[in-house]
Structures are given as structure tokens and as C-alpha cells.
């Protein structure tokens, strides 16, 4: 191991002292380096840890650097071997249509709601994402809050109606998943760990560390809130990765109460890109700056037709890999093609004027509908690239797409969205031309009275701010080029 940095020294002191902390690690700034540093020091003390991954492959990965006095698992391992085990004859149930589930828990009728009918297989999978939202939060019981917004209903006045009209059978669902022994409701994995953060357990550990901590559940952030007078806690992670929210992950790192370090000497790349990342980091609010290491030659600059291809969106995606077949390269999609699948295999059922039972879809009964939508209505402009992409390349060239992806390691060229690309590194990178800037204002105009870009949302900032640090060697900023004109585009930093 290298001789740590001044950071990562400042981060041991800070341990050494008990101090609860929290660590702003950018991208490659040596996280895990840093996390196994503390915890061999607490070897060294006779203290055992505890180090909460965010995944499965995350934690097992861990486990073959940490030392032993610390134990390398998911919050859903914890609250398993707590309380899970009591439900695994319901874990192993078989999958059902989530209309039947919503007929075993009463919902039959179909129901106007302005402008749209909400029939059982729409209200059914209302009830169920509500129950999903319960359950990645902190609060007691299911609540209007937690039932999702439909499609298609849009004033707050439907939207109330909608949650009055699901919150009952909500509760009722929540109700049947805490009987152990049986239930028509599909028991998962979050639902156990709702149950165990609901006794608010003890986890035995002298010292926490909690990795991406900047996209924690709040149902996990309350088990953590409960452990800190007799545990001290680390949490780790980089606020500007922060890509999340839209699912109810939530940063703690800002608000935590505690010692504040940063890591900011990235191995990953060099100088060039650091200066890059960092115009993102401005932009997206962020206090972090990173260092590149002098010894890594990244360039930015057009690149290599095989570069890895980060896109915006999945639609962006499905436009790559049709492109890199048609030129008979063999592509990979990172997390694979299920979700583009789906979303043709519901276009498909639309144009042939069936009912879909894609969440995203499930109130337009026809593809004449989607399309309306999409075209006029300012809440279903988000649609218009599938709508467009279905329109062009019809469902069975997508579908036959999604058939020819090769596995990553035997692939020319690997396709990924931004947000799956979260955690990975490729030698070169290249930005997909779906990462749009943001439309023009009304409020701003240049010296001869014409609209100029509107102001970067700080969400988007920090997707790009990903996007952007996957690269070690070479980076093609692509789709983000948009950035060099904009007004904003050259932030203090």
C-alpha cells in the first residue's frame, strides 16, 4: 500500500479520536483505500466494525480487503438474519399479475378520475408503488405522501383523489405482508428490512462505516440515526453523486452531524479531466474540487469508434445499440436489455390497441393516445423520444435489437446509461448526443434580444459530473460539448 495522503491521514486522526464523520470522496479519490486504513487501526484496538455495502457484489468484494475485525454486509443481510428468515416461505413465493393481487386485496372497479379512468390494473399497481415508497422511508405506516403520481393525471385535485382512492388498500397490503405464515401481497426483500428498521435494532459493532451514503434510503439513514450513541459512525460517499432522488434515495452526507473531511486526490485520471469534473461540480453546487494524478495522461478529444458510449437515457441507449449493430459490431448494454424490452413489448401491445401494463403506460389504451400525449401534453414530452424511436425503427427491430446483445467481455462496444454506469471505469469514454442543454429561457437573452440557454438544473450537473468520471485515459465530451457555449459554462471554481 502507498503512503496515505494528507487526507486520508486527517481522516484516520479524525477516527482514532471517536469522532462520528463523514467522508466527500470524489471520483477515484481511493475510498476503500481510506475506509481500510480506519479499520485496521481499529484492529489494532480490539474494535470490530461493521462496513454496510449497498449491494451484495459491493460487500463481497469488501470482504476480500478489510481485515477480519470488520464484517462486510448489505443493511438487507442485517435485517434478514434479524427478522427476514421468519418470511422466507413467503420470499419463495410464486410471481402473480399485480391485477390479481389488487382483486385479493378488493380492487375490482374501474374509477373516472378527471379526464382519465383508473381501472383495477392501474389502481393495483398505484397501491403497490405506494407500499414500495412506505418502505424505503422512515415513517410509521403508509400515508398519502407515499402513493405515486399516474400519468395522465396531473392537477392536485386528481392527485388527492387518486391517493384517497389507493391509501386504504395500501394499508391493508402493508397489513398482509406482516403475517409471516402467508398473504396474497409478493413479499420482497424491502419489505423485511421495512419490518426490522421499524424495531429499531442495535447493530453490535464498535464503529460503522457506511458506504454511498449520498443515495441512503431513509428507512436505512433511521437505523444508522439509531446506532450513534453507542457506535461510532463513518459515512462515506460523494454528495455530487447524488443521482437518486427520483427513486427516494436521499444525501445524509450534508447534514450529518459530525466531522467533515474530504478525499479529493483522484487515482482514476489525470489533470485534464479533474479540471473538466470540477466546471461539473461548480455547477452542480458542490464544494468538493478534485486533484488528477500528473502520471495519467487523460485527454479529451474525439475518440475511438469502440469507446464505451454513456447515454442519457434508455431511449439514448436503444439509439446506440441500434446504430453499432447496424455497423455488425457486437454491443453490449450494461444491466442488459430488460427495460428497453419491456418498454417494446408495451408499445407493441399499444399499437395493436391492447392494454399495457408497463407503469409508465398503463393509462393509454392505444398508441394514437401515447402519441397525442407526448406531442401536446407538457407532462408527457419526457415520452417523446420512445414515441419517436417506435415510430422510426418500428418494435420488432428493437425487440430483435435487444436479442443480439453480446455479454460485456466478449463485446466491441459497451452502451450504458449514466446511471448504471455509476461505480464502473473504462479506459475511453464517449458522451451520447442525448445529454441536451437546457431549453432556452424567457428570461435571459443575449446583446441582440435572443433567448439564451436556461440556467443548469444541479441535478443534471451532477448526472453529467458521472458521466464524465468514468473515464481513466480519454474522454469524448460529445453530447455535453453543448457546455462550452452555454453562459454558465465556465462557473468559478
Keep these: 500500500m502507498l503512503a496515505p495522503t494528507e487526507e486520508q491521514t486527517a481522516a484516520l486522526e479524525a477516527f482514532k479520536k471517536g469522532d462520528h464523520l463523514a467522508l466527500q470522496a470524489g471520483a477515484g479519490t481511493g475510498k476503500t483505500t481510506t475506509l481500510t486504513l480506519l479499520a485496521a487501526h481499529g484492529a489494532e ?18 470482504a476480500s480487503v478489510f481485515p477480519r475485525n470488520v464484517q462486510c454486509r448489505t443493511a438487507h443481510s ?56 412506505f418502505c424505503h422511508s422512515a415513517d410509521p405506516e403508509p400515508a398519502h405522501h407515499h402513493v405515486p403520481p399516474l ?10 383523489h387518486l391517493a384517497d382512492l389507493a391509501l386504504p388498500y395500501a394499508r391493508k397490503a402493508w397489513d398482509d405482508l406482516q403475517n409471516p405464515h402467508g398473504g396474497v401481497v409478493r413479499f420482497d426483500h424491502d419489505h423485511y428490512l421495512k419490518i426490522w428498521a421499524l424495531t429499531e435494532p442495535t447493530i453490535p459493532a464498535d464503529f460503522l462505516l457506511l458506504d454511498e451514503a449520498q443515495d441512503t434510503n431513509p428507512v436505512l439513514e ?19 453523486q447524488a443521482i437518486y432522488g427520483w427513486r427516494g434515495a436521499r444525501d ?101 390497441g391492447k392494454p399495457t401494463t408497463h407503469p409508465e403506460l398503463l393509462l393509454f389504451r392505444n398508441w394514437g393516445e401515447l402519441q397525442d400525449y407526448a406531442e401536446n401534453d407538457p407532462s408527457g414530452r419526457d415520452l417523446a423520444p420512445l414515441v419517436t424511436l417506435v415510430d422510426d425503427h418500428g418494435t420488432d427491430a428493437i425487440l430483435n435489437a435487444v436479442a443480439q446483445l453480446t455479454p460485456e467481455p466478449n463485446a466491441d462496444i459497451t ?62 465530451l460529445g453530447g455535453l460539448s453543448w457546455i462550452n457555449t452555454h453562459p454558465d459554462g465556465s462557473p468559478a471554481l
Design 151 to 160: 400519468r395522465g393525471i396531473d392537477t392536485d385535485e386528481d392527485r388527492t
Design 252 to 352: 445524509i452526507m450534508t447534514g450529518f452531524t459530525g466531522t467533515h473531511l474530504n478525499l479529493s486526490q483522484s487515482f482514476r485520471f489525470g489533470p485534464a479531466l479533474a479540471r473538466e469534473a470540477n466546471r461539473w461540480l461548480a455547477l452542480s453546487g458542490a464544494a468538493l474540487r478534485l486533484a488528477g494524478t500528473p502520471d495519467i495522461p487523460t485527454r479529451l478529444g474525439p475518440s475511438h469508434p469502440t469507446a464505451t458510449v454513456l447515454c442519457r437515457t434508455n431511449i439514448g441507449a436503444m439509439r446506440e445499440v441500434l446504430h453499432h449493430l447496424d455497423a455488425r459490431l457486437r454491443v453490449a448494454l450494461t444491466g442488459g436489455g430488460g427495460a428497453l424490452h419491456a418498454l417494446a413489448q408495451a408499445a407493441r401491445d399499444l399499437k395493436a
Design 45 to 62: 484496538q480490539g474494535r470490530q466494525g461493521r462496513y454496510l455495502a449497498f449491494n451484495k457484489t459491493i460487500a463481497t468484494a469488501a
Design 222 to 240: 433511521a437505523v444508522l440515526h439509531h446506532q450513534r450513541p453507542h457506535t461510532q459512525i463513518v459515512v462515506v460517499g460523494d454528495s455530487a
Design 78 to 133: 442485517l435485517a434478514y438474519a434479524a427478522v427476514g428468515h421468519r418470511y422466507r416461505t413467503r420470499l419463495n413465493s410464486p410471481r402473480a399479475p399485480l391485477w390479481r393481487i389488487g382483486e385479493e386485496l378488493g380492487i375490482t372497479r374501474t374509477t373516472r378520475i378527471g379526464t382519465r379512468d383508473v381501472g383495477p390494473r392501474a389502481l393495483s399497481h398505484t397501491v403497490l408503488q405506494a407500499l414500495t415508497r
Design 415 to 476: 452502451i450504458s446509461t449514466a446511471h448504471k454506469a455509476k461505480g464502473r471505469e473504462w479506459p475511453r469514454v464517449r458522451i451520447a448526443e442525448d445529454f441536451l442543454p437546457p431549453a432556452d429561457s424567457e428570461d435571459r437573452t443575449d446583446a441582440h434580444g435572443n433567448p439564451l440557454p436556461g440556467p443548469i438544473d444541479a441535478s443534471e450537473a451532477r448526472l453529467s459530473y458521472v458521466a464524465i468520471t468514468r473515464a481513466r485515459h480519454h474522454l469524448d
